[in-house]
């Protein structure tokens, strides 16, 4: 055998021998894979438990699954189904406990100074001082002021229609009609199958209007839009008649706004929670054509 066909055989050697090492590395890769994919499933399992559980009530449930969104690619957040992207756009829209506090606290100040003095100018001042008292809170700690500007707002409103009329209880007509005008709307996305509660899904898929392809998801989002018409409706069906009554109502008509207001709202969150958590219907998000 001549020295360059035994130095050829000996490369072609060396070649095949690499060949399992090639192999090998494959093997890995695929372990890999099965680990991720293993992790994948440990994280989906810890979701369903965190979706599952609410018991603890409708704001702490709102908070769990906020807890279990996964960052998007684009810096969003992402959500695996339905259920998990509505926990997480409601829970935004309350602003949580301190929100409803908010909401809550020019209210009792103007009702209460009102009851106290029954002086309407006073009881309109104490209301808008609170609202901006609490503004100047949110812009001291830097934090958002968007619930206390619709406070401000809401109280501001009602302040002038009280002031105008020098009744304090047309200062609850501006809450009982826009309240009546949010269920006609809702009731009314639900009647042409539009519910409102479905342009939630839009906002996370990145597509408005897609969700209506699916007979599914227009189901879920029509039960869910009613039972955001329900505290619109108890509202007005018990705090109008008040307001038609003879006499100086609004000592009935501040309590029955207050306790009607949030607490009301978050049972209706508890439901929708209640709701959301039976079910796991996935989001198909709208794929980027790749450059």
Not at 23 to 37: F, I, K, L, P, V
Not at 268 to 284: E, K
Request: hydrophobic share 45%; aromatic share 6%.
């Amino acid at each position: 055998m001549s020295e360059a066909e035994a130095t050829g055989r000996r490369a072609t050697g060396t070649a095949e021998t690499g060949t399992p090492d090639a192999g090998t590395a494959d093997a890995g890769t695929h372990n890999a894979d099965t680990a991720d994919t293993g992790t994948t499933d440990s994280a989906a399992a810890d979701t369903d438990a965190g979706a599952a559980d609410t018991g603890a009530g409708a704001t702490e449930a709102t908070g769990t699954a906020g807890e279990h969104e996964a960052a998007a690619p684009g810096g969003g957040d992402a959500h695996d189904t339905v259920e998990a992207a509505v926990r997480a756009q409601l829970g935004k829209a309350l602003g949580g406990v301190r929100g409803m506090v908010e909401a809550a606290v020019p209210t009792i100040a103007f009702t209460g100074t009102y009851v106290a003095a029954k002086d309407i100018k006073l009881a309109v001042g104490a209301g808008v001082g609170a609202a901006v008292l609490l503004l100047l809170v949110r812009v001291a700690q830097r934090s958002s002021p968007q619930f206390v500007l619709n406070s401000l707002v809401g109280i501001a409103i009602a302040a002038f229609f009280a002031l105008r009329s020098g009744k304090a209880e047309d200062a609850f007509l501006p809450g009982i009609m826009l309240n009546a005008a949010y269920a006609a709307a809702m009731t009314f996305s639900i009647l042409v199958r539009w519910p409102v509660v479905g342009f939630i899904i839009g906002s996370v898929t990145g597509d408005p209007t897609a969700w209506r392809s699916d007979p599914g998801i227009v189901r879920l989002c029509s039960r869910l839009t009613w039972l955001l018409v329900l505290p619109c409706a108890v509202r007005v069906a018990v705090q109008y008649p008040i307001y038609l009554a003879d006499g100086d109502q609004s000592g009935l008509l501040g309590p029955a706004k207050i306790v009607m207001g949030w607490p009301l709202q978050v049972a209706a969150l508890a439901a929708m929670v209640w709701l959301l958590a039976r079910g796991r219907t996935p989001i198909d998000r709208e794929q980027k054509p790749t450059s």
